[in-house]
């Protein structure tokens, strides 16, 4: 992970030309599910996402990590889930996500999945480092597997490697 | 990303002292829900998991991006979800997955966050480069925000800091 500093400033210039007052109406509302979700109603940590395409907004969540009992139920995973529920598809081409915070690897990498355009975000990590492991986690996944926190092992290539070719000969297989 | 070769090497390193009768098993039946997913019942790519602890199977699923119309519904991140679903908590201290192949960064990040023990899989990215972009992701994320895949940028920063500063005051504050 760069220092905090340089992650902003970088972050600054790929940011589109200006913030307009409805990318700020956006992220008050995620800042609103920020705090309704990790300050009044205690459902998991203090993190919300909107998710909005064409001035409609898809998806508006919080983190349910405790009241789900699902360590994915970060509030950007929910929004992405909820958006693509909505619009009937397992990907957000051309939507922009508001979240309360800069995302974890595993949100950010579920948005990736989801092709969203872009993303807003507003504290760092560091804002709340004394409480969440966001950045040891990505500072793991740089790491190579022998150095992981969650111990990899390969077994059974060949019988995987088996299906995959079957896979590759379906005229109808999945594509997204 | 490191060369194939060598993350295999190094996961075979890392891995426990023996792969046992059992495991061959469990990863028998990854392979063969992976096999279902992709290409029996199409609910998505060919993949498949199993996730177990003290000998007990907690969940065994495979991919349904496509049924679910969700791009977080790896088989990964659904075997995780059923799992802490059925033992009643967001973690998975000291259970391990068996996964058909190795995990996109959304995945592992995810078992990160659930305290997996340890993950086995069986076919590597390069083993189906040519119909899922696993690696490109794992690349995409080593790189700073300005020249990511998703455009990220920064806005209300002191608005969430207020939130997070209201948290931490909580007596009963969200911990996982």
Chains 1, 2 share one sequence.
Request: glycine share 6%.
């Amino acid at each position: 992970m760069l220092p905090a500093g340089a992650t902003v400033a970088e972050a600054k210039a790929a940011a589109p030309a200006a913030i307009t007052e409805q990318d700020r109406q956006h992220m008050t509302q995620a800042i609103a599910l920020m705090r309704k979700a990790g300050v009044v109603e205690k459902t998991g940590g203090a993190f919300g996402a909107v998710i909005v395409r064409d001035g409609e907004v898809l998806a508006a969540t919080g983190n349910s990590v405790l009241r789900d009992n699902d360590p994915s139920a970060h509030a950007e995973v929910n929004a992405i889930r909820a958006a693509c529920k909505k619009v009937g598809a397992p990907n957000l081409r051309g939507a922009t996500m508001y979240t309360s915070c800069e995302c974890c690897p595993m949100c950010y990498a579920t948005a990736y999945w989801a092709r969203l355009d872009r993303i807003f975000f507003a504290a760092s990590w560091t804002d709340y480092a004394d409480l969440f492991d966001d950045s040891n986690i990505g500072a793991d996944m740089k790491n190579p597997y022998a150095k992981r926190k969650v111990r990899i092992a390969q077994m059974m290539r060949s019988d995987a490697q088996k299906v995959w070719q079957e896979f590759r000969t379906l005229p109808d297989r999945a594509r997204y």
